[in-house]
């Protein structure tokens, strides 16, 4: 939605194995991206590249080679480092242990992830406090790979914000835009978000 791309949005559950879903993607991962007129795109990265490179208006990768070496660095900080350290592990323990019966929650694996967001979410309030977004001057795609990671987290009321503000008053912003509002309605059956989830003034 930051380009202006309108598109359809289609809920799949990756870990049921759907066969019609593998024929698109044989690893059985989201995000896929499904053209008209072209191939099947599969995974966060392929798409963002190919987003910016056919929808040039509204850059969200960055202007110059600088800018799109650091804009992918703090993306791939996001989608892999905090997502290893932060996002997987609550995840895992809080949904789908619970909802796919996977075994007994691991009391350990929340401590890790919770003492491991607070470097993140410092490391957050650096960026933002020598630039206007994560990425540089503009937002980027560095802003939303954060952004929805720890979406996640706050859904469940993992993130120490009162702690943070400077990483709150940044994920505030975020959260403010039209394109991020669809994403704080999203529920998930029996498990629903905590308080402040949806609340722009949080």
């Given at each position: 939605m930051e380009k202006g791309i309108e598109f359809e949005m289609?809920?799949?559950?990756p870990w049921t194995r759907r066969h019609d879903f593998l024929v698109l993607n044989p690893?059985?991962?989201?995000?896929?991206?499904?053209?008209?007129d072209g191939p099947i795109l599969t995974g966060s990265y392929a798409i963002r590249e190919y987003l910016e490179e056919t929808c040039t208006d509204d850059p969200l990768l960055g202007n110059t080679p600088e800018e799109r070496a650091e804009v992918r660095r703090l993306t791939d900080w996001f989608d892999v480092k905090f997502n290893e350290e932060?996002?997987?592990?609550?995840?895992?323990?809080k949904v789908l242990k619970r909802f796919l019966k996977l075994g007994v929650t691991e009391a350990s694996n929340?401590?890790?992830?919770?003492?491991n967001i607070k470097q993140h979410l410092k490391y957050?309030?650096?960026l933002?406090?020598?630039r206007n977004w994560l990425g540089g001057d503009n937002i980027s795609y560095a802003d939303i790979a954060a952004a929805a990671h720890l979406s996640c987290i706050?859904?469940?009321g993992d993130v120490p914000w009162d702690n943070f503000s400077g990483a709150k008053d940044w994920y505030a912003r975020i959260k403010s835009r039209p394109s991020f509002r669809?994403?704080?309605?999203?529920l998930i059956a029996g498990l629903p978000p905590v308080p402040h989830y949806k609340n722009l003034d949080f």
């Open positions: 289609v809920l799949e559950l690893a059985g991962t989201v995000p896929v991206l499904m053209l008209d932060v996002t997987s592990l609550l995840i895992t323990e929340i401590r890790c992830a919770a003492s957050i309030e650096y933002a406090e020598r706050d859904y469940l669809p994403l704080l309605q999203d």
